[in-house]
Structure formats: C-alpha cells, structure tokens
C-alpha cells in the first residue's frame, strides 16, 4: 500500500547535494511534484530512494533526467536506496549502465518496497 503524493526534501551531505524521495512516485501521484519547477530543474549528486513506497517508468524517467543533468556537470549520480521493483525496471529497460546504485547499497537496499 502507497502513503500518498510524492515528496522530496533536498540537503547538503559531505559537499554533495542529496535528494531524498518518499512516497508514491508513480505517474499518478506525481502531478503536483511535477509542477516544481525547483524540482523539475534540480542538479543534484546523489538520489536518496530508502523511503520511496511506489515507483514506475515514469519514476525511471526523472532518474534518467537528473542523472543526464549530472553528466553535463562532469558528475556521477548517486543513486541509494533503489528497492527491487526499481532494480527490476532497470533491469527490464536495459538501463543497468545509466542508473547503477552506490557501491555496496545494492543488498542493503532491498526491504521489499
């Protein structure tokens, strides 16, 4: 079960700028977080998706968007937290080259979302 609109909150992290996902991010639920222009525009290091309850393509697109942004900035995009339905999505789209998890989350991010 879902818990509602996406949402995000973006901090600093070790001179990196983090963005962290919750809830539902689903095409359905992301009008209004699309609606951003903050979000919509965000250069971000490091996506942060432990708290994300739902997720689909159109969940992959924003990764894919965010992590061309940071390839324009010379910049890798960190992606933690990435559930097995993201994992499997990935998987599916053949995208394992452009959205890879940090090193080491790969195991501790799987808690059946």
Do not use: C, F, N
């Amino acid at each position: 079960m879902t818990e509602g609109r996406a949402r995000w909150q973006i901090g600093q992290e070790d001179g990196q700028s983090v963005l962290q996902l919750s809830g539902d991010w689903r095409l359905d639920a992301l009008d209004e977080a699309l609606r951003s222009e903050e979000l919509r525009s965000l250069a971000v290091d490091r996506v942060r998706l432990d708290d994300v309850d739902a997720a689909d393509s159109a969940t992959l697109a924003l990764l894919l968007d965010w992590q061309e942004r940071a390839l324009q900035r010379k910049r890798p995009l960190v992606l933690t937290g990435l559930g097995p339905g993201l994992r499997e999505l990935v998987h599916l789209y053949g995208l394992e080259a452009l959205l890879t998890e940090a090193p080491g989350e790969k195991d501790e991010g799987d808690r059946g979302h």
